[in-house]
Nanobody, 123 residues
Framework: QVRLVESGGGLVQAGGSLRLSCVVS????????MGWFRQAPGKEREFVAS????????SYADSVKGRFTTSRDNAKNTVYLQMNSLKPEDTAVYYC????????????????WGQGTQVTVSS
């Protein structure tokens, strides 16, 4: 059974930084493309970032380009989301997800999901 557990969320002031981590267990991590999504209250879940199996290819939503960076450590079964220059509009529950292929960006393509971690950015 594949399990994803996010951590690293919290409360931060605008302009600050957070690093989210997502540890994957129960599966072969190096065979999963990974993604990050977020959902704010009253809004649809939206794509944030994705990273390919090798880590050599990444994709970002326009709203986070230049501020967020995703990376992975296949030896630690972990994917990261470094978030800099945070804005109040980044406030949401952040989810990591795994897909059994090279990479993906649509939520419907992902096979496994974490429980989410809350990120709150105060102005």
């Amino acid at each position: 059974q594949v399990r994803l557990v996010e951590s690293g969320g919290g409360l931060v002031q605008a302009g600050g930084s957070l690093r989210l981590s997502c540890v994957v267990s129960g599966g072969t991590f190096r065979t999963f493309g990974m993604g990050w999504f977020r959902q704010a209250p009253g809004k649809e879940r939206e794509f944030v970032a994705s990273i390919s199996i090798s880590g050599g290819s990444t994709s970002y939503a326009d709203s986070v380009k230049g501020r967020f960076t995703t990376s992975r450590d296949n030896a630690k079964n972990t994917v990261y989301l470094q978030m800099n220059s945070l804005k109040p509009e980044d406030t949401a529950v952040y989810y990591c997800a795994a897909v059994r292929r090279w990479a993906a960006t649509r939520a419907s393509d992902f096979d496994y999901w974490g429980q989410g971690t809350q990120v709150t950015v105060s102005s």
